[in-house]
């Protein structure tokens, strides 16, 4: 079977991009925000995390990955107060998200697929209105918004800092995981510690990766479903090395 042509998208040269969206006319958006993840964790883990799920999405459908978007909105911060948290209007997260849409469409791509690793209530919402009014503008073209975790919801719910978003995050930058930061003599709670869901020294590299094969297994069906009447025959392609 062909591997279908794919790429990072800032790592492309334009011959690159209009090869790859000839075959594949598919742009994935990774959506996350800059926000308090515990001790343990990096303040960008949304955006790592919804990267690397639309990297695995593209390896097996072909088309393009942007670089992730930190913009967030109903952040932790206004729920909870913690710090090193960048809290944006919904309306500034509508802007950008019609604008990246509008975009990518005058670029040539058909069908966008947004992957986001944070799940606020108002943030989802934003962006799924802004999807919503986007696809009655533009019957040429798709969007799908995916949360990171509900295709798995039924068996890996969504968490903040917990052990989900902390074994996806082992899969994907584990040099950046520390759990001995975590306090030692109690499990973290969402209100002393900005955790939200099991104890993420529970989370392993191996469960991070059993999450993503079963976000894939349940998302690209719909992804290849929605792309069909877009796509052209294709040749065998592989992403551009990282020299340079």
Same mark, same amino acid.
């Given at each position: 079977m062909d591997t279908p042509a794919w790429g990072p998208y800032e790592r492309l040269r334009p011959d690159q991009i209009e090869s790859i969206r000839t075959q594949t006319p598919l742009a994935y958006i990774p959506w996350g925000a800059l926000q308090w993840h515990s001790y343990h964790c990096p303040i960008g883990l949304d955006g790592t995390q919804a990267h690397g799920q639309c990297l695995a999405l593209a390896m097996r459908t072909g088309g393009v990955v942007l670089p992730p978007v930190y913009v967030g909105t109903d952040t932790i911060k206004p729920l909870k107060g913690f710090g090193h948290t960048l809290e944006h209007s919904p309306a500034l997260v509508r802007l950008l998200c019609m604008e990246y849409l509008e975009q990518l469409v005058d670029e040539g791509f058909r069908m966008i697929v947004i992957v986001t690793g944070h799940s606020g209530s108002g943030h989802i919402r934003a962006l799924s209105e802004t999807c919503t009014t986007f696809q009655t503008r533009h019957s040429d073209a798709s969007v799908w918004l995916v949360p990171s975790f509900e295709p798995i919801k039924d068996a890996y719910p969504s968490n903040h800092?917990?052990?989900?978003?902390?074994?996806?995050? %082992?899969?994907?930058?584990?040099?950046?995981?520390?759990?001995?930061? %975590?306090?030692a003599d109690r499990e973290p709670t969402l209100d002393d510690d900005g955790v939200w869901g099991p104890d993420p020294r529970q989370a392993t590299m191996q469960e991070g990766r059993d999450m993503l094969n079963l976000f894939c297994e349940r998302t690209i069906p719909r992804i290849v479903e929605m792309l069909a009447p877009y796509r052209t025959s294709h040749t065998e392609g592989a992403p551009p090395d990282d020299r340079g």
């Open positions: 800092a917990a052990r989900g978003e902390t074994s996806f995050q %082992l899969l994907f930058n584990p040099t950046v995981v520390a759990l001995e930061r %975590l306090p």
